[in-house]
């Protein structure tokens, strides 16, 4: 993850090297944390058994409550210009629009407690140390007000982003003897926020955004009180709602 974030800082800092009138296009590098408030998720146990004389058969655990956490993050973006990429010029509108890459780190952690798992209806201590990554590919929209001479767009800015996103999560269970996996799956994310230039190349900014994605775990195990070793993905569907505080610069 460490490689894949260096490797797009250095090709954003190259393009811009490599073609001075970049620096007209708005590319920007950015920092933030903040805040991550999951709701309650809904687990499914799938016990696929290889013995083709038993059936298979899922166990599901309600209202497992998951610890907000504190989001860090980076992000580099793109706003397009009438001085674009190689000194093509967009129309004046393109100037609302852009894309930008943003990576995500926090922990993913359940709590000690006592779960129903249904349809045995049996009580169970759950308990889960992790921790996960996200990757988004947001396409922007952002609308400028207050301009002046140095910024002529407009210093206070607010912007939408929509797109997919990639959800990298490590889940550590207590429930079986490893109930344990790094799994990747793919979501979609929403922010929503305002962004103030502080000075013509710095601004910060606030931002709301809502993460969405269905996560799986492969693992062999013995898990629930069943008796064998059993193949045993889980599904969990996670819905997190981010507030975050960045910083930005611009080139």
Avoid at 15 to 35: D, K, Q
Avoid at 102 to 119: C, E, R
Avoid at 122 to 149: E, V
């Amino acid at each position: 993850m460490k490689k894949l974030k260096t490797i797009s800082m250095i090709l954003v800092i190259a393009l811009i090297a490599a073609n001075p009138s970049l620096g007209w296009a708005e590319f920007y590098l950015g920092a933030y944390l903040g805040p991550s408030f999951p709701d309650n998720v809904n687990p499914n146990f799938e016990f696929r058994i290889s013995n083709p004389d038993i059936t298979d058969f899922t166990y599901h655990a309600k209202n497992v409550r998951v610890n907000p956490a504190i989001m860090y993050g980076a992000k580099a973006g793109y706003w397009f210009t009438r001085e674009s990429m190689c000194g093509v010029k967009f129309p004046g509108w393109l100037k609302h629009f852009g894309f930008e890459i943003d990576f995500g780190y926090q922990t993913l952690n359940w709590p000690t407690q006592s779960v129903l798992v249904t349809p045995i209806n049996q009580n169970f201590i759950l308990k889960n140390n992790g921790y996960a990554y996200s990757i988004s590919f947001l396409f922007m929209y952002r609308y400028g007000f207050l301009p002046d001479k140095e910024v002529p767009f407009g210093r206070l800015q607010p912007y939408v982003g929509i797109g997919p996103m990639v959800f990298i999560a490590n889940t550590h269970l207590n429930i079986g003897n490893d109930y344990r996996s790094t799994e990747g799956d793919l979501g979609f994310a929403v922010e929503t926020g305002v962004r103030y230039m502080v000075l013509k190349n710095v601004s910060v900014n606030l931002a709301f955004k809502f993460r969405f994605v269905e996560t799986h775990v492969d693992v062999d195990d013995v898990i629930l009180n069943v008796p064998g070793n059993h193949y045993i993905p889980m599904f969990t569907a996670y819905h997190l709602y981010d507030v975050n505080f960045g910083v930005a610069y611009h080139f």
